[in-house]
């Protein structure tokens, strides 16, 4: 009888054991299958996460090329000889329309606005020939009178401080330009001051690829970068290339440069008149369109008199930036495009290429 009771006692201690590995199988099962799960969850959102993001880029792309065909199309049927916000490619109104008549899923963004590159003032066209170091003059009075007015400040007791200052921030913009090593002022540096400093770093001895590089250059601070409000005033490109050489001829559209410059493009004596000239311009027909002659510095001249310096100035472009924005629920992307925009001298047909791209956000 006692062999018995042991024998049924061991028997149910080994079903406990059996139960307890049984239970313990299935729950690492389930822990397994609720951790694949949630793995194919996140695996699923993250797909769909990816596929938004290149649909979103995709949308976002296209606005480029849309944007292309509008500037081609535009000087194909240019027929006025000039280029301003009042014409099909700078009229939001004309833009929207385009987007509206593309069929949904077509790849379309939701907002495009191209703006004249042109319409700025381009920093690289101080220097003509990096090489030699040779200095466009008419470009260094233009600086001069951009920093000229930021200058003046109670840090300066005389007038003569402040124009070695702004003489001397110019020179130093010169020399991170040019590929000598001689100085264009007597406080102006080459890279060996650079080299000097608590974080050492070189002068370029190149032209500008960014703007956000003006802040590297001795004596312009951000608060002379943002008080010529740099970014929407300044711009690096602008150069014509040939065989042998870049150059950046420096011309502004006076067409569409924004108030801030065209204060600087106009003369002293008639800067009390910079409202009635941007009356002038952005005058609108019943269309919408352009209602004054804008073609040549001539219909400015016969409206407010010689009121610019005309060795800096143009009526024209064939440089454009290009915002493109799409939207997918809340997310949202835009990217940025610069397009040079010129005819081909062998077959007479209009390209618009883009020669910078930029994914903001």
Known sequence: MTVIKRYIKKLKNERGIALLMALGTIALMLTAVLQANIDAKFAIEATAVTKERHELTYDALSGIMIA??????????????????????????KINEILRVLPSGAGKPTKLVISDELGKIQVNALVTDVKKGKINVAQKDLWFRAIDDIVSSPHYESEYDIINE??????CMIDWIDHNDEL????????????????????????????????????????????????????????????????????????????????LLMKDDYSDVISDVMEYRDERNDDGGCFNDLRSLRSYEDHFGKIFYNDIIT???NLFRVDSTATINKTRKTVRAILLREKDPKTKRWTCEMISFQDTR
Do not use: M
């Open 166 to 171: 702004t003489k001397s921030i110019i020179d």
């Open 184 to 263: 264009h002022g007597i406080n102006s540096v080459e890279s060996d001051y650079y080299e000097g400093l608590e974080t050492p770093y070189k002068a370029r001895d190149d032209y500008f690829t960014s703007i956000n590089e003006l802040l590297l250059v001795k004596g312009f601070s951000k608060r002379l970068f943002n008080a010529v409000n740099i970014p929407s005033y300044v711009t690096v490109y602008g150069q014509t290339t040939d065989k042998n050489s870049v150059t950046y001829p420096g011309k502004i559209n006076i067409n569409s440069a924004d108030r801030g410059v065209l204060r």
């Open 315 to 317: 009526t024209k472009s």
């Open 68 to 93: 292309q065909a509008i500037l081609v199309k535009d000087a194909q049927n240019d027929t006025d000889g000039y280029d301003a916000p009042c014409e099909n490619w700078g009229r939001q109104d």
